[in-house]
T-cell receptor, first 115, second 115 residues
Framework: QKEVEQDPGPLSVPEGAIVSLNCTYSNSAFQYFMWYRQYSRKGPELLMYTYSSGNKEDGRFTAQVDKSSKYISLFIRDSQPSDSATYLCAMSSNAGGTSYGKLTFGQGTILTVHP | DAGVIQSPRHEVTEMGQEVTLRCKPISGHDYLFWYRQTMMRGLELLIYFNNNVPIDDSGMPEDRFSAKMPNASFSTLKIQPSEPRDSAVYFC?????????????FGPGTRLTVT
């Protein structure tokens, strides 16, 4: 079993829809949770960052973390065609040794928002 | 800042040939990561360095893969001999570490095709 599970989709929604992307994880040491966005033929870029449990909002994007359920979500409101990309969740811990500084990524979900 | 620079952007080579991928991290970043991305396996961490020292190479698939970081501004990933199953997009990323992992900045990737 992978440490981080993410449904690869693909997910196709109409413009204006609310999009929900999710990841589950098994490592209880994870404390830092991120969402990266990757456009076609580009490298991933950090979209949202959250520490521990709770919500964080940035414009049309909301990240949620539920550590008790080991479940994180990214919501996109009023989705736009420009949101079409692959969304990867990523996590890290404060554990020492070879885990320090290391991110564990989900598989990525391919999202298409059509006009 | 120009961001993380990778070269070449595309590489097509025949099975058995040596391939060298190059990366220049963002100036001042003390962590450097090499990833491989395929549709089947997603984004996989191959190896990462801290202050030019390899910290974790457990993701390197075989002895055919090697990586070096001779100084803070340059790293190489070498595959010798290459095989068709090595075909993937290889990303280099760098970060300025803070507690918890830090944002990783990705390069544009090198698309490798081994025929």
């Amino acid at each position: 079993q992978k440490e981080v599970e993410q449904d690869p989709g693909p997910l196709s929604v109409p413009e204006g829809a609310i999009v929900s992307l999710n990841c589950t994880y098994s490592n209880s040491a994870f404390q830092y949770f991120m969402w990266y966005r990757q456009y076609s033929r580009k490298g991933p870029e950090l979209l949202m960052y959250t520490y521990s449990s709770g919500n964080k909002e940035d414009g049309r994007f909301t990240a949620q973390v539920d550590k008790s359920s080991k479940y994180i979500s990214l919501f996109i409101r009023d989705s736009q065609p420009s949101d079409s990309a692959t969304y990867l969740c990523a996590m890290s811990s404060n554990a020492g040794g070879t885990s320090y500084g290391k991110l564990t990524f989900g598989q990525g979900t391919i999202l298409t928002v059509h006009p | 800042d120009a961001g993380v620079i990778q070269s070449p952007r595309h590489e097509v080579t025949e099975m058995g040939q040596e391939v060298t991928l190059r990366c220049k991290p963002i100036s001042g970043h003390d962590y450097l990561f090499w990833y491989r991305q395929t549709m089947m396996r997603g984004l996989e961490l191959l190896i990462y360095f801290n202050n030019n020292v390899p910290i974790d190479d457990s993701g390197m698939p075989e002895d055919r893969f090697s990586a070096k970081m001779p100084n803070a501004s340059f790293s190489t990933l070498k595959i010798q001999p290459s095989e068709p199953r090595d075909s993937a997009v290889y990303f280099c990323a760098s970060s300025l570490l803070w507690a918890g992992g830090g944002e990783q900045y990705f390069g544009p990737g090198t698309r490798l095709t081994v025929t």
